[in-house]
């Protein structure tokens, strides 16, 4: 089977850091293109960012976390990372990581649909 795994969530202050991490088992990402998504409560699934497989050479972010939020791959640790920091209030949701395999190496997806596997979630809080 398949499974990723997020990890690093937790509670921070507005202003703070946290990285999250995205863990595969089963499979190496190497050529998976990686994809962070968000769901806050009460609104809908919404795109963080995503890195193409390979090198990783494209990555897409929302204008939301343009300049706060980077996100990176290890393909030697098998881990994806997604660094935010300056978080805000607004940020606060259930963080999940999807994998969408791709050969190419020069893509990635900002919509749910091409992600066929998906992680459990870790909560990210930001309040005082």
């Known amino acids: 089977q398949l499974k990723l795994v997020e990890s690093g969530g937790g509670l921070v202050q507005p202003g703070g850091s946290l990285t999250l991490s995205c863990a595969p088992s089963g499979f190496t990402l190497d050529y998976y293109a990686i994809g962070w998504f968000r769901q806050a409560p009460g609104k809908g699934r919404e795109a963080v960012s995503c890195?193409?497989?390979?090198?990783?050479?494209?990555?897409n972010y929302a204008d939301s976390v343009k300049g706060r939020f980077t996100i990176s791959r290890d393909n030697a640790q098998n881990t994806v990372y997604l660094q935010m920091n300056n978080l805000k209030p607004e940020d606060t949701a259930v963080y999940y990581c999807?994998?969408?395999?791709?050969?190419?190496?020069?893509?990635?997806?900002?919509?749910?649909?091409?992600?066929?596997?998906w992680g459990q979630g870790t909560q990210v809080t930001v309040s005082s």
């Open positions: 999807a994998a969408s395999r791709n050969l190419a190496g020069d893509v990635c997806y900002d919509s749910p649909s091409p992600y066929h596997y």
């Open positions: 890195i193409s497989s390979r090198g990783g050479s494209t990555t």
